[in-house]
């Protein structure tokens, strides 16, 4: 990332496609009858939405490019946490469902930590560790969750 402006662009699509791909898995889980899960990603999707509005609000009075898809610069095709989520079956079980948020939030974290990793200009590096902070949480409640349905634990929303 060399400008503010591009990794403000950068995060805004990223958290706005995360917070549809969150609320996909949430309505997979609600119509196959898992409600804690489907609470479970509707507050993910609600954390996106939040980190959206933060990256919208840090743009502020910069000129934010208007990036087409093709004019990004993700790892892969697509940003980081939507791709995982987007092969996700509308049938999935709530496993498998944990697994896919999971894979998704860890490739948020790692695109953010890498930025945060390369960054030399102090703006990117401040925005770039706030949100691996908030990615990290995001990654252990999810840890949290897979961990005690593994064991047969009823787990709770703890973020």
Known sequence: ???VEEFLAHAIQLEREAADRFGHLADAMESSGN????KLFRQLAHYSRLHLQDARQRSGFRDIPD?????FSWPD???????AIWAADPLIGAD????TALAAELAGLSYYA???EKATDPE???FARDFVDEESTHVAELRRWIAARAEGRKVTLNI
Request: net charge negative; charged share 30%.
């Open 124 to 126: 990117i590096i401040a």
């Open 1 to 3: 990332m060399e400008t």
């Open 67 to 71: 990036l087409k898809p093709g004019e």
């Open 114 to 116: 890498e930025i945060l």
């Open 96 to 99: 498998e469902a944990l697994e």
């Open 77 to 83: 095709a697509e940003s980081p946490e939507a791709a």
């Open 35 to 38: 409600a804690e899960v489907a």
